[in-house]
């Protein structure tokens, strides 16, 4: 008995753990990033993404080729090309929307317009892929685009270019899971996998791009800055995080279960808003925290539906509702979900 009690508190303890170092991890990415953008006054959205995926590129090599500390999934070298570049293309654009939107609007409407996407990827699978979803998951969408509706009409530092950054990467987060569905299908990768393979790509992408409309910007900023040495820690530094949160992901998925992930993640988005806030001290209005607060308890909503409706037996002649993952293991991100941010 009471060994049996010693386990279920460990077990309690790792997992509050595991949220706790996902929550820091996670969090600090974006208030760094935005501390990139806003404070350095580095204005290089693409340039800082092409670093994330340089610093991540190579903490995956170390991890799983040198610390040997995850195991290489095996891919078939034509799959590369084939399945692993498409996807290599959208996660490379997932990110850059991220990290444009965040160059342009607060830490706090970015995070709710990021909680669009469950609306995003219903609707376009409903559209594009013609499944069949519970009239319930409909329902729980309502919260979600109400309060994103009212967070963006009450917004106080709003910024269209940044706006539309943030929706339309809520799409391509939409499309990328979308996509890791048919082009991934037989790999079942983790969020380090998914670095190790996707990075390498995802740099060679962007790098040229990069170049070509923001190498002078960074020169002439590498020449203006007072501490142009100290700011370039601060970049390359986030960069190291970004990777350490892959693995963060990785850690408390095993350590929790879809329905604590669910919530925690959700939270996660309070938080980032209410620690941005702190440092950044971006004007928030009344309304503007209602709405805020009604897209994450929708989205609490809506994965709790999800989690209702999976665990019910399928109706003969029923086209299944595509079902939140009944392991952990299904749970690993194919495409570095949320990502949202982790680069």
């Known amino acids: 008995m009471e060994e049996t009690f010693l386990v279920f508190h460990w077990t309690l303890i790792r997992s509050l753990l595991s949220i706790l170092q996902w929550w820091t991890f996670n969090v600090t990415v974006i208030i760094v990033n935005k501390w990139i953008f806003q404070k350095l006054d580095f204005k290089f959205p693409l340039s800082v993404s092409c670093v994330h995926f340089i610093c991540s590129a190579i903490g995956a090599y170390v991890v799983i080729k040198v610390l040997k500390l995850k195991p290489l999934i095996s891919v078939d070298p034509e799959d590369r090309w084939k399945r692993i570049l498409p996807m290599s293309f ?23 317009i990021k909680s669009f996407t469950p609306a995003t990827t219903v609707v376009l699978q409903w559209l594009v892929w013609r499944k069949y979803f519970d009239w319930r ?33 809520c799409l391509a987060t939409s499309t990328k899971t979308i996509l890791a569905e048919s082009l991934l299908h037989g790999y079942k990768f983790d969020s380090i996998n998914t670095v ?12 040229l791009p990069a170049m070509l409309l923001e190498g002078n910007g960074v020169l002439e900023w590498l020449n203006t800055h007072p501490y142009p040495w100290s700011a370039l820690i601060i970049i390359f530094s986030s960069g190291v995080l970004a990777f350490c949160l892959n693995f963060s992901i990785f850690y408390v998925i095993h350590s ?13 988005v309070a938080v980032a808003v209410l620690v941005s806030w702190l440092i950044f001290r971006n004007p928030i209005s009344y309304f503007n ?35 939140t ?12 979900d949320k990502l949202e941010n982790k680069f």
């Open 90 to 112: 959208v996660f490379c654009i997932n990110i850059v929307l991220g990290n444009v939107s965040l160059r342009y609007i607060p830490v706090s409407f970015m995070q709710t």
């Open 256 to 268: 929790t279960t879809a329905v604590t992930f669910n919530v925690a993640g959700n939270l996660k």
């Open 289 to 323: 925290a209602v709405g805020c607060a009604v897209t994450l308890v929708g989205c609490t909503f809506y994965g709790y539906v999800r989690h209702l409706i999976s665990q019910q037996p399928p109706v003969p002649g029923t086209p299944r509702t595509p079902r």
């Open 137 to 169: 998951i409909w329902a729980s969408l309502i919260p979600i685009v109400g309060g994103i509706l009212l967070t963006s009409v009450t917004e106080m530092s709003f910024n269209m270019f940044g706006f539309c950054a943030a929706l339309l990467g």
């Open 196 to 207: 190790y393979y996707m990075a390498p790509y995802a740099t060679m992408i962007l790098v």
């Open 325 to 336: 993952p009944r392991s952990k293991m299904e749970l690993l991100p194919l495409v570095n």
